[in-house]
């Protein structure tokens, strides 16, 4: 069993940055995929970042250049370093790990979820 717990999430200006952090507890959490994903009032979540056990990342189009996911296995947590923020940007953030370590888009793919984090992005 993997328990993800994420922190971080903010008010920011437009432009700004914000640092998410995901805490995870489990002895083979080094081997599990990671990823986070988010989800605004009425919309679908959406995926925004994977990384693999492998360190192998993905990102999704709207956040690709701007937004960075990374691990820290010693410290069993997860990153997402969110640069160049937009309003559109806003939405609930949710970590997520999956069994089979590698870094899925999906969310049918993951095993685990946290409770999630508020970004607000103001204009």
């Known amino acids: 069993q993997v328990q993800l717990v994420e922190s971080g999430g903010a008010l920011v200006q437009a432009g700004g940055s914000l640092r998410l952090s995901c805490a995870a507890s489990g002895r083979t959490f080094s081997s599990y995929g990671v990823g986070w994903f988010r989800q605004a009032p009425g919309k679908e979540r959406e995926f925004v970042a994977a990384?693999?056990?492998?360190?192998?990342?993905a990102y999704a189009d709207s956040v690709k250049g701007r937004f960075t996911i990374s691990r820290d296995n010693s410290q069993k947590t997860v990153y997402l370093q969110m640069n160049s923020l937009k309003p559109e940007d806003a939405a609930a953030y949710y970590c997520?790990?999956?069994?089979?370590?590698?870094?899925?888009?999906?969310?049918?793919?993951?095993?685990?979820w946290g409770q999630g984090t508020q970004v607000t992005v103001a204009s």
């Open positions: 997520a790990a999956n069994r089979g370590g590698l870094a899925w888009t999906v969310t049918s793919a993951y095993d685990y």
């Open positions: 990384l693999s056990w492998t360190g192998y990342s």
